[in-house]
């Protein structure tokens, strides 16, 4: 769907296409099948890491990909745009996201110890599921043989930016309970984006680590999920800066924010969410910081890597020009073909000449690049990421958090710091706030056979 396709359709059908319904409804099937096949293909990749089958990140890269394309090609027969909603990245270390190598030769391998994210997306006819995981890169050691957790700024991301994932989900979940609590509302106070913030910051303090601008928790909707060539006008939720290339500046005036988040509104049952948190570790210099946040690294201190070459663009409707060089046309008529408003990685293309068409288009700004972006600093911060999709369904039984991203466990870790707020710790205990969180159940699959399991059931 192009951008045109998606601003001409009227606010009311609009809202009927993001409507979820019951988990039978045929728009929470689609959502429930991307988020399976997002995180079966996680899972799928972390136990080739773990189990030390795959290290390069050329191949695991592609092997997300392919499974991706494999497993949608095999449902909803009816449905033209299905498939990849963000191209498999591994970002090692200091490198916050857009890692995905072009050619196996010149791939990054993993090494012992590097702390590599993990991140994917698929969506079915637009509703999308978007994941990323941490996790210790540990090839070549054997599983028997881990016999300690890994412990200091490591291990206090890991914890970090997965109980900080936790409690926003349980935030957000805890407002099904209308028996309870006013709709809208956790210990008297209303769940907005300024509710969400804090939960994330009190838990970043904790673990003295520093929230990484572009992090998000945000409605999304049918082929929404915070592009950025599409702009929108109805952002609900909290965003930590943004990674805009163009400008880096921390002043939040400046308007390198393409999409205008509102923060105070509630959030609301029968939405769809997204929880994107990258931290990272802190150097203590002052100025790291920004100016408007001490919990936020500085947008300064982000920046595109300076050899790694852009792989992934994203299609900008915005902008129509008539290409001349016989590579760029090709190129634009396969993606507007075949392709939609998710990013594309340049190994997807068959156009001929593709990498020059490519190039071609993003001079013309037709395509937006997703740069390799890193965190620098002396030493260099270590970054961790954790991204889920969830859906606040109301159901004819119990309302429930139905978490599509799966309940992926973090590496082996020990911190020596603790969550101290009381409402978090309750958010996080076993009790989860008294929210009913239904997982996804994941499917094993690989690529050299076919996957018979029921695409459907669900835990």
Not at 395 to 403: L, T
Request: charged share 25%; with cysteine; proline share 4%.
């Amino acid at each position: 769907m192009s951008l045109q396709e998606i601003e001409i359709d009227t606010e009311e059908a609009v809202d009927a296409k993001n409507v979820l319904g019951f988990i039978d409804s045929p728009i929470s099937i689609k959502y429930v099948t991307a988020g399976r096949i997002a995180q079966s293909v996680l899972a799928y990749l972390v136990k080739e890491i773990t189990e030390q089958r795959l290290s390069n990140v050329y191949d695991i890269c592609s092997a997300g990909d392919a499974l991706i394309e494999q497993e949608t090609n095999k449902i909803f027969k009816n449905v033209d745009e299905k498939g990849v909603a963000a191209p498999t990245t591994v970002d090692i270390n200091n490198c916050v996201s857009g890692y995905s190598p072009i050619d196996r030769d010149s791939s990054y391998v993993l090494n012992n110890g590097d702390l590599a994210k993990i991140s994917l997306g698929v969506h079915i006819d637009g509703y999308t599921s978007l994941v990323s995981h941490t996790l210790i890169a540990l090839p070549t050691i054997p599983l028997q043989d881990q016999v300690a957790p890994a412990t200091g700024p490591i291990a206090d991301l890991v914890c970090a930016t997965s109980l900080a994932k936790e409690a926003v989900i349980s935030l957000l979940g805890s407002i099904l309970q209308r028996y309870d609590n006013q709709s809208g509302y956790y210990h008297d106070k209303p769940i907005t984006g300024e509710r969400i913030r804090d939960v994330v910051e009190s838990v970043a303090k904790s673990f003295k680590v520093k929230i990484v601008p572009g992090s998000t928790v945000r409605r999304i909707k049918r082929f929404l999920v915070g592009q950025n060539t599409v702009h929108e006008v109805d952002v609900k939720g909290y965003t930590w800066g943004s990674l805009s290339i163009d400008s880096m500046a921390d002043d939040k005036d400046e308007g390198d924010l393409k999409k205008i988040v509102d923060s105070e509104s509630i959030v609301e049952a029968g939405e769809a969410w997204l929880i994107d948190i990258t931290m990272c570790s802190y150097t203590g210099l002052e100025s790291d910081l920004s100016k408007h946040n001490p919990v936020q690294v500085s947008r300064r201190t982000v920046k595109p890597h300076k050899d790694l070459k852009t792989t992934i663009f994203t299609r900008d409707y915005n902008v129509t020009l008539s290409m001349k060089a016989r590579s760029s046309r090709g190129v634009l008529t396969e993606i507007d073909n075949r392709k939609s408003v998710f990013p594309i990685h340049l190994n997807s293309l068959l156009t001929p000449g593709a990498p020059l068409g490519v190039a071609a288009l993003a001079k013309s700004q037709i395509l937006y690049p997703t740069s390799v972006m890193m965190i620098l600093g002396s030493p260099a911060p270590i970054a961790a990421r954790e991204r889920a999709t969830i859906l606040l369904m109301p159901s004819n039984k119990r309302d429930e958090v139905v978490y599509l991203s799966g309940d992926l466990k973090p590496s082996w870790v020990h911190s020596d710091f603790e969550i101290v707020d009381e409402e978090i710790a309750e958010l996080l205990s076993e009790q989860r706030a008294g929210v009913k969180i239904r997982n996804i159940k994941e499917t094993p699959m690989a690529l050299d056979k076919k996957n018979e399991t029921d695409a459907m059931e669900i835990e």
